[in-house]
RNA sequence: GUGGGUGUGGCGAAGUGGUUAACGCACCGGGUUGUGGUUCCGGCAUUCGUGGGUUCAAGCCCCAUCACCCACCCCA
């Protein structure tokens, strides 16, 4: 068997890299607008780096991480996501000292280390952007809402943007608390992931698929009962923002995201129909991770969305664009003259920007016709020794059928006079 | 890490023990000397993921193995 690509891995083909170019320009727009830079850091770090900055708990740390020795034996660790990453280059690059707030975005591979499935890949690829040195409320509105507006823009329907706050660390705990007493009497009727999840992460009882788990958290207490009046403002603010901007939203005091560093507002956008992994944007304020990492007080906010999963929600909802022939004109050359000639003139007409080919298989006329026709190329430029003998040149049009001779000296402003109209 | 499904040419897909492995699409060539899109003709799997086994005989049965897909966990 031939060595093949490694297990949750893709390769991305002439036919679909097109899609990901067109997601790519419109998110890059869409920053530009809001006044993102890009960033760009290493594909892999210390893994000390995403210890400290995912946390020790989380699933990516605990199971999910490409992690190996360099040779000089330091533990190094492919990125299973950016923002710890982001937050490093922060601080090692001192941005701290730049006008305030770095505003950055990144699109980039990601690693993890998980049985693939459908919208689940080993590498996967995320577009995500970061806010750092801002802990207005405004930070949070403007975040969500750029999302908001990339899909809207992409054309994408039927979004759900769950908003949540998980509060400060104090309110945090005080909400675990408090849930491992309610919780505590109806242990045994939850089901065994449940049971588990009691220690390790109560929060996420509440959001178990299991209906007799939904059934035994009905009236627990949530997180809008125990956050602290900081945290509680703030949220009501991040709301009254998103609301008057039109950003349709929905609070889900259910919602509590995986990574171990967010604070305050966790927001989440999903779509059915891409499969069991609907979510295609995860979010939300961090504002003790550039601390955690070794920086000054530092707060942030920021998310991570899926390319291959908005990909995914594009297909099925058909918003993706057409695919548009890739030459303008194709020029067959018959004998040896002729192709050298028709050669030179390939190049003229590709330095005035012209996307033009020929035949590089030695076809007969017939043939580089056909093939031309299959391209969906409009214009065949027919050039044989009979019409280099005249100096002239024939422009075929294989949509209309009809053709006409131009002189060869004419040919490239003629030609260029089409492709400007667009036709 | 756990569970389920699938594996026939570039793609889709017949075939459920018996001579030469349907068909469609794509691709390549041709239908007399330089004009495509329709049509016609021809070419394109010594072989059915891989390795064993059963049998007179296996793509079809058994075992193993690999790969892919889907789901759980969790997440983008």
Redesign the pocket.
Known sequence: ?AI?????TQDLLPGTIEQWQYLEETIRSVCREYGYEEIRTPMFEATELFQRGVGQT???VKKEMYTFQDKGDRSMTLRP?MTASVCRAYVEDKLYGQPQPMKLYYIGPMF?Y????????RQ?H?FGIEVLGADQPIVDAEVISLVWNLYKRLGLIGLEVHVNSVGCPICRARHREQLQEFLAARKSKLCN?CQE?FER?PL?ILD??NPSCQEETVGAPTTKDTLCEDCSTHFEKVLAILGRAGVVYRVNPRLV???DYYTKTAF?VMVEEI????????GGRYDKLVEEIGGPPTPGIGF???I??VLAALQVQHKLPEEKPKLFAMLIA?GEQAQIEGFALLSDLRSQGMPVGMDL?G?????Q???A??QGVRY?L?L????LARKVL?I?D??L?E?MEVSLVDAVEEINKKYQRGV
């Open positions: 068997m093949q690509r490694p297990k949750g989380t699933d990516i996501e993890r998980e049985r693939p499935q459908s919208g689940r890949f996967f995320q992931d999840r992460n996420r178990c698929k995201r995986g990574l989440e499969g069991a992994q609907s979510a295609i944007c995860g991570a969305m899926g291959e999963r018959l298989l076809r007969s006329l017939k043939n016709l056909k093939s026709n299959r065949a027919i044989g020794e009979e019409e024939v075929r294989l949509t059928g053709q």
